[in-house]
Structure formats: C-alpha cells, structure tokens
C-alpha cells in the first residue's frame, strides 16, 4: 500500500541515522538515550522531508498520488543505500524505551486505545470540519498548495505543516482513514521528548520513563491523540526545540545541537503559533547562560541559526500569506483574538480564568462556587469578567460537559502537581539545582507572555498543553526528589494512568461508549458527531448532487460554516466532483476563475432565504432545501451584470 511508505521511510532514516552512532547527548551523561534520540532526529528528518515534498511538488504543480509515492519511494532508497554501504558499522541500539517498564506499559496501553478509536472513527473535530481538512482537500484538488479563493479566509493564513502532512497521507490513500495518525505519533513523540527532558536533569531511567507517563496522562493530551488538532504537533516540535537547548547549554554549545533546536522550533511555528510562546523563554535562558559566561559567539550563532532556520522553512509559505493579505499576521486583523488591554488587572484576569480552566471538576456545585469566587477575585482587582478587551468568543465555562471535549478540557492534577513542583523547585532551589529552576522560571514567563497576548477564551486550555507536557520532567524531579525509593513516583504514575482513562475511553468526539460511538454510527454520521441535526441535510445534498450528475459544485460560506463533510461525502475516485468557492469578497478573491461555471452552488441558510445568486454574472436559483443546506441550480437565462447587482454575502 503506497500510504505505508512514509513510515518505511521513517523507520529506514530511523536505522540509517544510528549507523554513525555519534552521540548528541554531552559526554557528561551515561548515553542510555540513543534510541529515543534517534527517534527524535529522525522526526526532525522527516519534518523536513515533508515540507520539501510539498513545496516542491507544488512548484510544478505535481502535488498527485504519482509523484508523491515516488518522492517517499525515493527517500526508502536512498536510506537502503546507506544501509547497505554500512551495513558492517550498524551498532546496537539502546532499547530503553522499548523495555517493559510498567511506566512505557502505561504510555503503549493509552496510546493503542487512542489508535483503535482513531482507525475506526471519523475526523469531527470542529476546526477540521472548517478549515483544516477543506484546505488538505483544495490543495489535493489543485494539485498545488498555492493560494486559492475561498470564504473561510483560515484556510489560506494558518500555519500548514500538520496540514502538509494529512496532504501526502490523503494523497497516498485517497481517504481519511489514517489522518488520525499524524496527532497520534505527535503524542508518542511528546512522551519519549519528556522523558528525554527528564534525563538531562539527572532522573535515572525508571524517572525518565515514569516523566513519559506523566506526559502522556494529561487529559487534553489523550483526547487530542486521535483527532486531526494540530496542538499536539505543535507541542511536540516544542518540547524538541527545549531538549535540544538544554543539550547545547550542557555541552559547550556543540553547533550540531543548535541547528537541531532551531528547526524544530522552525517546524513548530510552521505548525502553530504557540511555540513561539513556549521556546522563545528557553531561548533567552539560552543566551543569557553563554552571554554571562562571556562566550558571546555562541548566543550570536544561536540567535542566527534560529533566524536563517526560521526564515528558510516558513518563508515560502509567509511569502504566499504577505501576497495574499499584504501581511504575514493575519492573527489581529482576522479573528480579533489579541489582547487590546495589557494592564495588570486585565493580564491577572486572564490569568485566573486560565487557570480556572484546569480546576474544573466533575461536580457542577464544585464548578459553580469556583465562578462565584472568579466573580469575587475580579471584583477585588477591580476587572470585568468578560470584559471584551480581553475576552474572545462566548463565555460561558466551568461545565461538566466539557471535561472530555478536546477543545475545552481541563488539566486538574496535572495542574496542580505542576504548581506544586514548580514551587518547590523554586524555593528550594539549591536542593534541585540551577537548571530545574531555571526550566521552571522559563515555563512561567512562557505561560505570562501567551496570557498577555491572546484574549481568554473557551478553548485557551489547547494553548496551554505544551507547558503541561514542558511541566511533565519537572513533576517527575520533585517526586523523584521526595522519595529516592521510587514509591511516590510509581503510586503516582499508577493514579494518573488510572485517572486518564476515563477521558481515553469516554472522549465526546470519539467516544469508545455512548450515543455517537463508531460501532453504532455509520462513518458519514460520524462527521457530524458535534452537529447531527445537519447530517441529513449534507448526506441529502451529496446525494441529490450525485443523482443529478454533477460534476462542479460551488460553495458560498459565512465564517466557521463546515466544508469538509461535502468532500468527503462526494469523494468518489471513478466520478469526482470538482468544489470551488464562489462569489467571494475577501483578498482571495484574486484567485478565483471568473470562466468556472458550477452547476450546482451550495449555501448554508437556516431559515432559508430563497433569493436569487448572481454570480460572474450567471443566475442561480433555489433549487432544493435540505436544512440547513440551499442548492442554486442555474437559471435559464444568462443575466448582464449591467442590469443586476453582483451578489454581496
């Protein structure tokens, strides 16, 4: 199966990076890392990989099943080639995070429920339905992942590579089967990353797996593994950019350990813009360690390394983004999500109802009196609760039924251990150490700088899963620390792999019990697991598109209107459908080809508005509804733009 060759080529670059065993980790460590290590640069090669493929595939405008399969095809060559050039000099890998712990038992055992739920469920996170997957599928469609015309402008601005990544798996399978996977092996990636990050602080390896644990018990973590997000991604080029920094400060600024931080933040903000929230602090840690022992080439090499790296990997895809908007950050002037007041009650304000996220409990009387005392801390500090300046979206919160959605869930023991540790690492810091306390310190201005930038709003908790994941070695060093033994630190691991488990199994987007599970409900009904009163309409439309034989079908959409179960509803190899938007006002409209005739155009309306659509000049006329779906079928007569208004939605 062609979809197969991504990951033989990942485990090929994984043997032909182990072939010259030249270890990252400084001399001052026992390296009983080497195997997690080279997972780690292997994912660094593959992230690399992907964007070339993409990017370069696109520029001829050979973005297919044919080019892409011999790309992945070519890069299992050329590391079987190495392999057989060195086939002599392949050393014996450390298998220590392959061994069965009981710690790594608890990792593989949540990560094996999160695949099967993954295989058998359909991708219905809200953010996938909008934009997300609908990108994958025009740039599939064009073959090019250039801008195109759209309505839901997201499609174009937010970073791409999770995106690229589905792309090259959609384009080897021809469905969306595996899309789960590129989250899901972002989950492992954290976990391993973890308990990397647990080793440079001195854990033995007992701690470093119980670290990997940790990290992989986080509630949002576990419900995210499985869906099509793009913030476990995001944390996990995070938390590689950290390890790598810490190598490079404990090794004398080796240059190779540097270029390996850099692009993975580089990744990382090629993913998601919160990474830039969590590494920037390290990386200040970072120079100030080598600008204060005066090796101030080092923290010049650093900063420059991280810049190029940055520019070479983002700016094509910046450079399509300043075309389009005549601006690289469309984050304020699109979503209106930023901070408009940095004052200190209003950073504060933030910052509570942030941390109230995470405090939310299965008791609803527990959750209310936690409100009640948010009202009161505002009043005390002299803040507006919702105040808009500092509050996007609606803002209601601290339900019960939102402990298991990705978007909203909450992270309460992790929270608190975290703070728990974290304060005890700093007020004791000659018991810890200087680095544990520094990491802590750059955690904490991480945190600062996200809450005085974004506005507070529902789902702020995904934002926050990478400091959680960050926060997993530190948890792991204070329990390590309390108990030499190892008690404190196994009955720990034992609660939170017991406490996870619930949102492994009872996750309201892929639920293995319930209502809307995969055994009970058909694929095409499981896109609409967080909407199924509009499931008819779209399956109705699919097939009334279907019946009537058409083969190009425009789209006209409001904001966060869902696409993509329209695609994969009339996905279909022997008969394809053509979707475009159509009559579009934003800046793509530059895109869009005024000579493309749809004979069938789709607009979301509830209540119906039954009004005629002029488009390029072309008449449209309400066809069918099938809430909350209106079909335009074309009118009988061309109508001059002369005479009728051009339409405005």
């Known amino acids: 199966m062609l979809v197969l060759l991504p990951l033989i080529s990942f485990i090929l670059i994984f043997l032909a990076l182990t072939i010259r065993p030249i270890s990252l980790v400084p001399s001052t460590q026992n390296n009983t890392a080497s195997c997690r290590q080279a997972f780690l640069r292997t994912t660094l090669v593959m992230g690399l990989l992907t964007v070339l493929a993409t990017q370069t595939l696109s520029t001829f405008h050979n973005l297919n099943t044919t080019f892409t399969a011999a790309f992945w095809l070519g890069m299992a060559l050329i590391a079987i080639r190495i392999l057989i050039c060195h086939k002599t000099r392949i050393p014996r890998l450390h298998t220590d995070f392959l061994s069965l712990s009981p ?38 469609q064009n073959g090019s992942i250039e801008p195109f015309a759209t309505h839901l402008s997201t499609q174009l601005w937010i970073p791409p590579l999770a995106e690229y990544a589905l792309l090259n798996l959609f384009l080897l399978s021809g469905n969306d089967n595996l899309f789960w996977a590129i989250q899901w092996g972002a989950y492992i990636g954290c976990a391993v990353t973890a308990s990397l990050i647990a080793q440079t602080f001195g854990i033995n390896k007992r701690g470093q797996a119980a670290s990997a644990l940790i990290a992989a018990t986080i509630p949002m973590a576990v419900l995210q593994s499985n869906s099509t997000q793009t913030d476990l991604v995001a944390a996990f080029w995070s938390m590689s950019a950290v390890y790598w920094l810490i190598l490079w400060m404990q090794d004398k600024g080796r240059i190779t350990l540097a270029i390996c931080s850099a692009t993975s933040l580089a990744l990382g903000l090629l993913t998601k813009g919160t990474p830039l929230f969590l590494v920037t602090p390290f990386l200040a840690l970072a120079a100030i360690f080598y600008f204060w022992k005066q090796e101030f080439k ?28 005549n601006t690289i950050n469309r984050m304020d002037t699109e979503t209106k999500a930023v901070n408009q007041s940095w004052d200190g009650p209003a950073l504060l304000s933030n910052l509570l109802r942030g941390v109230a996220i995470h405090l939310t409990t299965p008791c609803q009387r527990l959750n209310d009196k936690l409100r009640d005392a948010l009202v009161s801390a505002h009043t005390m500090i002299g803040a507006k609760l919702n105040d808009p300046r500092t509050t996007f979206g609606p803002t209601e919160f601290l339900h019960k039924k939102d402990m298991f959605y990705e978007a909203r869930a909450g992270n309460f023991l992790h929270f608190c251990l975290l703070l728990t540790a974290s304060a005890a690492i700093l007020f004791r810091r000659k018991q810890f150490g200087l680095l544990p306390a520094a990491y802590v310190l750059a955690l904490i201005t991480g945190v600062l700088l996200l809450t005085g930038y974004l506005k507070w709003n529902l789902w702020v908790g995904r934002f926050h899963m990478g400091f959680f994941l960050l926060g997993a070695p530190v948890i792991t060093l204070v329990l390590a620390k309390a108990d030499p033994s190892g008690r404190l630190l196994k009955w720990s691991g034992i609660l939170l792999f ?51 034989g058409c083969a190009k079908v425009g789209l006209i959409l409001a904001n966060d209107e869902w696409e993509y179960p329209l695609w994969a509803l009339l996905r279909d190899a022997a008969s394809p459908v ?64 002369s005479r009728t208004k051009e339409l405005t939605c």
Request: proline content about 8%.
């Open 578 to 641: 053509e979707i475009r938007h159509v009559g579009v006002l934003n800046n793509s409209r530059q895109y869009e080809d005024a000579s493309w005739d749809p004979c069938i155009i789709i607009r979301p309306e509830d209540p119906p508005k039954n009004e005629q659509l002029i488009i390029h000049g072309r008449a449209y006329t309400p066809s069918n509804y099938l809430k909350p779906l209106m079909l335009y079928a074309p009118a009988q007569k061309r109508i001059s733009l």
């Open 298 to 325: 080092r923290v010049a090499i650093l900063l420059g390394l991280t810049i190029t790296i940055a520019l070479l990997i983002n700016g094509p895809f910046l450079n399509q983004t300043r075309t389009c908007f």
């Open 103 to 140: 710690a790594w038992l608890g990792v593989g055992s949540l990560a094996l429920i999160s695949a099967v739920l993954g295989t058998i469920s359909a991708p219905n996170s809200f953010d996938s339905m909008t934009y997300h997957l609908p990108r994958v599928m025009h740039w599939a």
């Open 498 to 548: 017991i406490a996870a488990l619930p949102w492994a199994v009872l996750n309201t987007s892929r639920p293995l019990f319930g209502v809307h599970t995969p055994g009970t409900s058909a694929r095409p009904q499981q896109y609409f697991t967080h909407d199924p009163q509009i499931a008819q309409g779209y399956i109705s439309a699919a097939a009334a598109i279907r019946a009537q």
